[in-house]
Every structure is written in C-alpha cells, then in structure tokens.
C-alpha cells in the first residue's frame, strides 16, 4: 500500500533536494517497523497517514533533518517546531524548496 505522510512537504525526486529527501527516507525505514495511522483520507491513490518509527514522527524527523517542510493545512502545525529547529540549525530547504500553494489555510 502506498502511503503519503500526513502534514509534509517534500520536493519531488526531480527537484533541488528531490533526491536527497527520497534517500534519507528510504535510509530512515530501511530495517525498521514503521506503524502508520491511516487518517481516512487519500490522495493521488495513495492513503494519507502519520507514520512512526521506533516512537518518532517520520515526517517530523525528516523535517528536522532539513529534508521536507511542514505542511500546516493539514499538519495542524505538528511538524512546526521541527522546521523552525531545522532552520536554526541552518538548513536550506526553506530557501530552496518553496511551501507548495495547497499547504496554506483551508
């Protein structure tokens, strides 16, 4: 089943940082037991869901990383911190990768 992390934005595999976010997510779950909470939605065919890790948002985790950005439309700002930490810590993907239009309010 494909899945979409609920609440993040990500460049596409054929952006600036595209395939650097798509290597540290692979990298991220490889190995793990990831359990992810379907929120009843879907887009693209693809099932909208928060996924943890050993405990850890995996959005927010690549969030922090400087890999994605939070989505607050339908985040509700969960990931908020960790892209302000993110940005502290002097990563470049706010500059680089510019919050897609839908991620705005409702």
Known sequence: ???RLQGLAA??????AGTEARQ???????????E???????TY????AICCLDGKDVAAVLVQQGLA???PRF???????AEHQAAADGAAI???YRLPGYCGSR
């Open 1 to 3: 089943m494909a899945i």
């Open 11 to 16: 460049p596409e595999w054929n952006e600036p």
């Open 24 to 34: 540290a997510m692979i990298e991220l779950v490889r190995g793990g037991i990831v």
């Open 36 to 42: 992810c909470e379907l929120d009843g939605t879907r």
């Open 45 to 48: 065919d693809r099932c909208v």
């Open 69 to 71: 950005r939070d989505c």
């Open 75 to 81: 985040s509700g700002g969960r990931c908020a911190r």
């Open 94 to 96: 706010g500059r680089a």
